[in-house]
């Protein structure tokens, strides 16, 4: 019997002793999920609309079903990131209504200049297809990371604007934000007008 209490208290006794050896503890910070990116793979959107362009396989288009939406507006459904690329269409019938959307495209990129801690922007010029441009990359908390609008100057006004159906977090959604720009570049690069 002694010997049974003698081992019990040297076990307990040792881990005593090794418990106490690291008081330096510090809490562990919060972590994200870790994040699983699709392989990049494209394919063309082709409907009876006056453009084409390639998005990502692991996303889906539909039709924008919003009380406002009209014909030509689409939403690319990122499932996977809970996200959507809204894409809306216009006829531009002349040149007042082609600087009002232009100004317009503006005014809603900047809209988020309160939470954002920078704001890019790039021209998009492809002359030999007719597609020009505005890209803004919007950095921050903000409701829309990326918006952009592309025309042919004259007849065409096509916009897009990322959106997350989540809190912004920019630190926690800035890896999935930078995968998606990557789809919206290839769709940029690859846009064209049917006529």
């Not at 084409?52 to 406002?68: L, M």
């Not at 604007?161 to 940029?188: G, H, M």
Request: with cysteine; glycine share 4%.
């Amino acid at each position: 019997m002694k010997l049974k209490q003698l081992i019990c208290i040297s076990v307990m006794l040792l881990l005593f002793l090794t418990a106490c050896q690291n008081n330096d503890y510090s809490p562990k910070p919060r972590a994200y999920f870790r994040i699983e990116f699709p392989e990049k793979n494209y394919k063309t959107f082709i409907q009876p609309v006056p453009f084409s362009f390639k998005y990502p396989t692991y996303a889906v288009v539909e039709q924008d079903k919003s009380r406002d939406a009209q014909k030509d507006w689409f939403n690319i459904h990122f499932k996977q990131f809970n996200g959507f690329l809204h894409l809306t269409y216009y006829d531009v019938s002349g040149k007042g209504e082609y600087n009002e959307m232009v100004e317009d495209a503006r005014k809603l990129a900047f809209k988020h200049t309160i939470k954002a801690s920078a704001i890019d922007q790039k021209l998009i010029n492809y002359p030999d297809r007719k597609v020009y441009g505005i890209y803004y990359a919007i950095e921050g908390n903000t409701a829309s990371s990326v918006q952009f609008f592309l025309t042919d100057s004259a007849k065409h006004y096509f916009r897009g604007a990322l959106y997350f159906n989540e809190r912004p977090q920019y630190d926690s959604i800035a890896p999935v934000i930078n995968f998606i720009k990557k789809d919206i570049d290839t769709l940029i690069s690859s846009f064209r007008w049917k006529n």
